[in-house]
Every structure is written in structure tokens, then in C-alpha cells.
């Protein structure tokens, strides 16, 4: 099994900042890329950036130069700082990774229970 445990998400004022931190654990052999999506009440599930295992990252257009994501290929982590938050930027973020699996030798697209980010204004 390979499971993501998210953290780090609650309730910030807008324009401040919040650091979500996703971990893998399990039969893992290596983990290629890994990414955070967000989904807000009645709007589609978005992709908000992504980090390949050599360090390339995306970004949204919503986010771009306010969030980073970041990973730590030894601890099989992936970070979002999150910076200058707005109200849209609230909903429920999910971590996501393409992670190659010692029980199949296969890769499985795993992904995090969701953590809860409110932005107040």
C-alpha cells in the first residue's frame, strides 16, 4: 500500500500565508512527479502546481509568484507555501503523486484524504 498523509492546512486572514505538507509512506521504490490540487464548493477539482522528481515545477495562472511547491525526494514530501492568500484561494487541497509501487512494479497515482484551507477577509 502507499498512502499520502496532507497537513497543514486551517484557517488564515487573507493576505497571510500557510504551509501544506504532504507525505508518502509505503511500498515505495521511487516517486516521479507529485502535486497539489484545490477544490472549492460547486467549482471543479484544478490542478495548482506540480514538481517532477528532478525539481521542474508548474503553476497554475492563479497562483503564479504567490504559492511554491517544493519537494524533499528523501523524506518523499511535497510542500505548498502558499503566500499572500486570497478568499478564492479557500477550499479543500488534495495532494497527488505518480508514485512506482514495490508491491505491483507499477506506477499508481495516489492520492491525499484533502485538507481544509479558509481564507478569511
Known amino acids: 500500500q502507499v498512502q499520502l498523509v496532507e497537513s497543514g492546512g486551517g484557517l488564515v486572514q487573507a493576505g497571510g500565508s500557510l504551509r501544506l505538507s504532504c507525505a508518502a509512506s509505503?511500498?515505495?521504490?521511487?516517486?516521479?512527479?507529485m502535486g497539489w490540487y484545490r477544490q472549492a464548493p460547486g467549482k471543479q477539482r484544478e490542478l495548482v502546481a506540480t514538481?517532477?522528481?528532478?525539481?521542474?515545477?508548474h503553476y497554475a495562472d492563479s497562483v503564479k509568484g504567490r504559492f511554491t511547491i517544493s519537494r524533499d525526494n528523501a523524506k518523499n514530501t511535497v510542500y505548498l507555501q502558499m503566500n499572500s492568500l486570497k478568499p478564492e484561494d479557500a477550499a479543500v487541497y488534495y495532494c497527488?503523486?505518480?508514485?512506482?509501487?514495490?508491491?505491483?512494479?507499477?506506477?499508481?497515482?495516489?492520492w491525499g484524504q484533502g485538507t481544509l484551507v479558509t481564507v478569511s477577509s
Open positions: 509505503g511500498s515505495i521504490f521511487s516517486i516521479n512527479a
Open positions: 497527488n503523486a505518480a508514485v512506482y509501487s514495490t508491491d505491483n512494479y507499477d506506477y499508481l497515482e495516489v
Open positions: 514538481v517532477t522528481s528532478g525539481g521542474s515545477t
